[in-house]
Every structure is written in structure tokens, then in C-alpha cells.
């Protein structure tokens, strides 16, 4: 059972530019949760999408937004840049609506960079 | 807000070694709460997770008791090993749909 893919595993862009990265949930998988995790902040909650509606979203500016597509992929994206915004990106996936209860399943991450 | 304190790091012992990682929360409501493991490069993985008070999680010789009186979720294992090395997130899943992790505590076991 192929697990949660996200793509691009790494990448580098400039201030001000903006960037698309991608998650593909486990097979059945319809919650998909994005985090951003960075050495000073930690980990933190961007936003939860489930049949394309998105149910629940992190303290972050509108810069940041994301989509669920029909067949539960997401993307995330970020516009306009800051140098800030360099972090590690983690979708996860869950069967049900992320809840108290949910158990998620974790990609590897994007790695972005700012520079 | 509901939140997570875990120990600082990194922690270093000896393989054999008797791991602690000390966990607390501040939460309204029962919250379930979880352990998760990051290898390096790798995303999170799930080690254990307990779902009400007195609920233990075990996985891997890992185990942690959910601990309401103390509002406490303490991960243990008896005897680590180098392939242990990692860093550990202790989080707790509210009914807002997200979890809340604390800031990781990096374990390295030395042979």
C-alpha cells in the first residue's frame, strides 16, 4: 500500500516568487492536513481538507492556501515569498475527518527554501 | 489554548539505556494524545497514541500511560538501541481536527 507522496521533495526559490507543492493521500484516504515545520517554531497546523472542503485552518497569512482535488490529492500554495516561509512541508492523510481521534499518516515532506 | 511541553533535548545514552522523555499538556475538553518519531529526512510516523485517561500506548518497547490527574503522557522504553536515535513529538489531538505537537526532543543512543 503505497503511502502518502508529496512532491517536489525539494526545492528553491526567491523572495517574492510563489510555489505549488503537492501531496498525494494513501489510496482511500480522504483528510489531508498540511503542516510546516521549522527549527524555530516547530510544528504547526496549516489547514485540513476533506472532500474538497476545507474544514479547519492554522493561524497563517493569506498567503498561504491550499485545495482538494475529487480524487483527494492537495496542493498547497504560497505566494509572494518571504525568507520566513523556508521550512519543511508535511501533508498527512487520514481515512476520516482529522479529529480527536484521528490517526495521520505522514509524508516525507517538501523542503523549501527562501532565499 | 491547548498546548504541549516535552522535554528539552538532545538526549544521549547508551545503547541499553532506560529512555524518559517527559511530556505535559494544557487542554480543554479529553483530548487523545500521541507520540510521534521523526528519522532524519523522513516525515512523522506514529509510535503510540492512548485515547482516554489510563489508556497506555505501547509499540515497539515504547510505552506512555495517559495520566489526566497529572495531565502527563511520558515516553519510556527500557532498553534503547542505536536504530532508536531519532526525534520524538509528543501531540495531542483536539476537536478542532488538528494536532498540537510540542518541539520535538532529538535522542541520540550512542553503542
Known amino acids: 500500500k503505497a503511502g502518502v507522496t508529496q512532491t517536489p521533495r525539494y526545492l528553491i526559490k526567491t523572495r517574492g516568487q510563489q510555489v505549488t507543492l503537492s501531496c498525494s493521500p494513501i489510496s482511500g484516504h480522504r483528510s489531508v492536513s498540511w503542516y510546516q515545520q521549522t527549527p524555530g517554531q516547530g510544528l504547526q497546523f496549516l489547514f485540513e481538507y476533506f472532500s474538497e472542503t476545507q474544514r479547519n485552518k492554522g493561524n497563517f497569512p493569506g498567503r498561504f492556501s491550499g485545495r482538494q482535488f475529487s480524487n483527494s490529492r492537495s496542493e498547497m500554495n504560497v505566494s509572494t515569498l518571504e525568507l520566513g516561509d523556508s521550512a519543511l512541508y508535511l501533508c498527512a492523510s487520514s481515512l476520516y475527518p482529522a479529529g480527536e481521534e484521528a490517526v495521520l499518516t505522514f509524508g516525507a515532506g517538501s523542503r523549501l527554501t527562501v532565499l | 489554548g491547548d498546548s504541549v511541553t516535552q522535554m528539552e533535548g538532545p538526549v544521549t545514552l547508551s545503547e541499553e539505556a532506560f529512555l524518559t522523555i517527559n511530556c505535559t499538556y494544557t487542554?480543554?475538553?479529553?483530548?487523545?494524545l500521541f507520540w510521534y518519531v521523526q528519522y532524519p529526512g523522513e516525515g512523522l510516523q506514529l509510535l503510540l497514541k492512548?485515547?482516554?485517561?489510563?489508556d497506555k500506548g505501547s509499540n515497539k518497547g515504547f510505552e506512555a500511560t495517559y495520566r489526566k490527574e497529572t495531565t502527563s503522557f511520558h515516553l519510556e522504553k527500557g532498553s534503547v538501541q542505536v536504530s532508536d536515535s531519532a526525534v520524538y513529538f509528543c501531540a495531542l489531538g483536539n476537536q478542532g481536527g488538528k494536532l498540537i505537537f510540542g518541539q520535538g526532543t532529538e535522542l541520540s543512543v550512542k553503542p
Open positions: 492512548a485515547t482516554k485517561a489510563d
Open positions: 487542554a480543554t475538553g479529553y483530548p487523545s
